[in-house]
């Protein structure tokens, strides 16, 4: 056997042989920890537990929730414009996810007064009281440049009238850099780990698609830490002066992940 799986079978043989019977149970459970998921639960997974959040592609007929949770996530002069997102989600809604919750106006736990708080679309046209409701989004464009730019983050006016697939302003279709524009998690549901499992999940998707070779975003300082948990390098400060700069540009390389990026 080679050295390592000799190592590998020692530790195996160190550790206590599996018993139905946990020695973790307590006398008021009596049931094994592995009956008792809230007990072996990730803590970010328990705090979310209750609103059993199921992803979902975004469209543009998604609009009027985008709107709602963008302006409700940040901060005014940070938000994109309804026309921005209209424009973003009908040109590549593909590359745009929603993280969601299901509940009944009439029975609103665990949303509580969110549910009364406007219309939500229905889940389904056989249930239209069960509402689906949007607690966080990643909003996405692709573009040429490696990392996120000016250019990347506006929208062409004319888009509707003369679409084009890889225009230099917005979203090109060609693009090997996929641009995260929008992170947001509704204010009432933030620190339930719903951005890091959305964040991930959408990271690993555009990955696995092959639709771009590397994900950039820019983000201010505070948030450096969050998105190095998820595998983004920081690259230096930005060159945006997007609602009043002082952003960082963030990378995901998904050729060069270990190696040094060279921007
Ligand atoms: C940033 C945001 C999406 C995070 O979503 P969230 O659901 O609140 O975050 P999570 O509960 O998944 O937190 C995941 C981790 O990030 C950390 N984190 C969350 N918000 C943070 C912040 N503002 N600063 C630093 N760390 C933060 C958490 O402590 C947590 O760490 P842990 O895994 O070690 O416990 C959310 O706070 C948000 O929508 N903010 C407003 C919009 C915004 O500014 N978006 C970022 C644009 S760059």
Redesign the pocket.
């Known amino acids: 056997m080679p050295r390592d799986l000799e190592s590998e079978k020692a530790t195996l043989e160190s550790l206590p042989s599996l018993s139905k019977e946990s020695e973790g149970s307590s006398p008021q459970d009596p049931r094994p920890l592995y009956f008792r998921p809230t007990e072996v639960m990730a803590?970010?997974y328990k705090?979310m537990k209750d609103l059993h959040p199921y992803s979902l592609l975004l469209s543009s007929d998604d609009l009027d929730d985008c709107d709602w949770l963008e302006h409700a996530?940040?901060?005014p002069h940070?938000a994109a414009t309804r026309e921005k997102l209209d424009y973003r989600l009908h040109v590549c809604g593909e590359l745009c996810t929603g993280i969601y919750t299901s509940s009944y106006a009439t029975s609103p736990a665990p949303l509580g007064p969110l549910i009364l708080s406007r219309t939500f679309p229905s889940t389904d046209s056989a249930d239209s009281d069960r509402k689906k409701v949007l607690l966080?989004h990643i909003i996405a464009t692709k573009h040429s440049a490696p990392l996120v730019t000016e250019e990347s983050m506006d929208f062409p006016k004319d888009w509707r009238e003369k679409y084009q697939m890889t225009p230099t302003t917005g979203h090109n279709e060609d693009g090997k850099t996929i641009c995260l524009h929008?992170?947001?998690?509704?204010?009432s549901?933030?620190?339930?780990?719903?951005?890091?499992?959305?964040?991930e999940g959408w990271c690993q998707r555009m990955r696995d698609s092959g639709v771009g070779k590397r994900i950039a975003?820019?983000?201010?300082e505070?948030?450096i830490?969050?998105?190095e948990?998820a595998g983004f390098k920081k690259v230096g400060e930005s060159k945006c002066t997007y609602a009043g700069g002082g952003w960082f540009d963030m990378v995901l390389d998904f050729e060069s992940a270990k190696q040094e990026l060279d921007y």
């Open positions: 803590p970010k705090k996530a940040f901060e940070e966080g929008s992170l947001g998690v509704h204010p549901f933030q620190g339930r780990g719903l951005g890091k499992v959305l964040l975003l820019i983000c201010h505070k948030f830490g969050f998105y948990s």
